[in-house]
């Protein structure tokens, strides 16, 4: 929920500022030497193309592994607290340990986003993990959907864009570049959260679904031939 984001956020800021600028741990602004992945057969060390097919089939492992665990009993559990906590305990559910084992596999990802950012950079800094972009695509993903895999991408995809170079982003000032109206598009969606936690993608999702059942209940019922009784 939104007070995890916050504090996550807040313990960002934190490492932006204290963590990443011990020499032991992220050495300033001289930051780390990270070499590139190891994959037999290829080498990853000059070649933007293969990081970005290397991307898709990380994100898609990672993705069937999130979805995989949403339709587990550790998903399962998730989807109790959030409707009643109190009904979940009474059931069983230990609130803390589902929410720590998620929050230690979303650690995880995050990581191995990290890893391959800096393999991609070669020599990460404090420079390069800014917390105004980490709160661009918490408002990004607060506006899309956290609720599935498809709205955190959709969210990377648009913070992506909002943050090109090219297209003026990521606080310019240029009001000309739709980089920076692309930003201001995604924080006056952020303000939907309050009325749907879940995102416009899932909203839309649902009442697409429901359009295209409504549809096709009118549509069986004007094909049903009415019965007829014959009179004896």
Do not use: K
Request: glycine letters at 12%.
């Amino acid at each position: 929920g939104l007070p995890l984001m916050l504090l996550t956020f807040a313990f960002a800021v934190f490492c932006d500022n204290v963590v990443f600028q011990l020499p032991w741990f992220g050495n300033g602004l001289s930051g780390v030497s990270v070499p590139a992945p190891m994959v037999p057969g290829i080498s990853f060390t000059y070649s933007y193309r293969q990081f970005f097919v290397l991307g898709v089939v990380v994100f898609g492992a990672l993705g069937f592994a999130v979805n995989r665990v949403r339709q587990g009993s550790v998903g399962l559990y998730l989807t109790a607290l959030r409707e009643s906590e109190p009904g979940a305990r009474s059931l069983g559910i230990a609130p803390t340990r589902v929410r720590v084992t998620v929050f230690a596999l979303a650690a995880g990802i995050a990581g191995i986003g990290g890893a391959l950012f800096g393999s991609v950079i070669t020599q990460p800094s404090a420079a390069d993990f800014v917390t105004n972009l980490s709160a661009l695509f918490l408002v990004a993903v607060c506006a899309i959907g956290s609720v599935s895999v498809y709205g955190a991408l959709l969210a990377g995809v648009a913070v992506a864009f909002a943050t090109n170079t090219s297209s003026g982003g990521a606080g310019s000032g240029n009001w000309t570049s739709w980089g920076v109206w692309l930003e201001l598009l995604l924080a006056i969606a952020a303000l939907s959260y309050a009325w749907h936690p879940m995102g416009l993608l899932e909203v839309a999702r649902r009442r697409g679904a429901t359009v295209i059942e409504a549809a096709i209940g009118r549509g069986q019922a004007t094909t049903a031939q009415p019965e007829v009784e014959v009179a004896p």
